[in-house]
């Protein structure tokens, strides 16, 4: 693995990752279907809990150059602690504030409701280890379930990671599958799960069926990874070498659309030519 592409790929996801956040934020108070490209909000786009965690990613990646985990939840807890008004859910709050003030990861994340987190916190997040890791799909695979365990310890939160990760390390390397064969490339390494089942489901909805997916996989209103995940990797799946219609295509199916454009802005911001300027012009300043 090459550490210089390995760093700029992580950077590039990240990138993505936030401008699309940051504009799928912007849904929650206007519809996709009366807004255009040419007439885009004007103004900061500010991001959310989803970029404010991937940075945490990035920033480990950078210091140890894999997924370690106690350093991991510290950056978590720190950024959380420094910002926590940027989104985060109830589950997260509790958690970050107990490891903030010493607890224990491993204590505590198997706790949160009941048998852990199946959330889709995690497969936010992972885009980047994937950009990281591009060279190894099953690396890419191993990091992303080692970052999603410390927040998610439910198998379906950990797979939705994994299998954001695999998406953007495909994404990452030219040439890349898309479509069907995208979407058949990541299965491999996802575990068993309704996640898993969900993408093996995707492989059966057409390119131009959105409300068929939305039907069938969810788009994030359920706020949990079998319900987002495989959402995303359908849509990035038929729009790689686009960014802006990757993200307009995205955020028509509402529901969490901070997170599903989120997602889908760290994988294709690896395998599309630019990620628009303006785009990164409205985005909030990213912190580090």
Request: aromatic share 8%; glycine share 10%.
């Amino acid at each position: 693995m090459d550490t210089h592409i390995a760093l700029a790929n992580a950077t590039r996801s990240l990138e993505g990752l936030s401008v699309g956040d940051a504009f799928g934020e912007l849904f929650f108070h206007l519809s996709p279907h009366q807004t255009s490209s040419s007439g885009l909000p004007s103004g900061t786009w500010r991001w959310t809990d989803d970029t404010h965690m991937a940075l945490s990613i990035v920033e480990i990646l950078k210091t140890h150059g894999h997924i370690e985990q106690d350093a991991l939840a510290q950056a978590f807890a720190r950024r959380f602690a420094q910002e926590p008004y940027r989104g985060y859910a109830g589950g997260a709050k509790r958690l970050l504030t107990q490891v903030a003030h010493g607890g224990d990861w491993r204590d505590l994340s198997p706790r949160l409701f009941g048998n852990g987190s199946y959330g889709n916190g995690a497969a936010m997040r992972a885009a980047p280890i994937g950009g990281y890791f591009y060279s190894d799909l099953n690396r890419a695979a191993q990091e992303a379930q080692r970052s999603a365990v410390v927040t998610h310890a439910n198998l379906e939160g950990q797979a939705g990671a994994v299998a954001v990760a695999v998406a953007a390390a495909l994404a990452a390397n030219t040439p890349h599958p898309t479509g069907q064969d995208f979407l058949k490339a990541i299965l491999p390494y996802v575990p068993d799960s309704i996640t898993k089942d969900r993408i093996q489901q995707a492989l059966q909805i057409s390119p131009g069926k959105l409300h068929d997916a939305i039907q069938q996989l969810g788009t994030g209103s359920e706020v949990t990874a079998q319900d987002t995940a495989p959402f995303c990797l359908w849509s990035a799946a038929y729009h790689l070498e686009n960014f802006e219609d990757a993200l307009w295509w995205t955020v028509k199916g509402m529901g969490d659309c901070d997170t599903t454009c989120a997602i889908v802005g760290g994988i294709v911001a690896l395998s599309a030519s630019e990620i628009p300027a303006l785009w990164l012009k409205r985005r909030e300043p990213l912190k580090s």
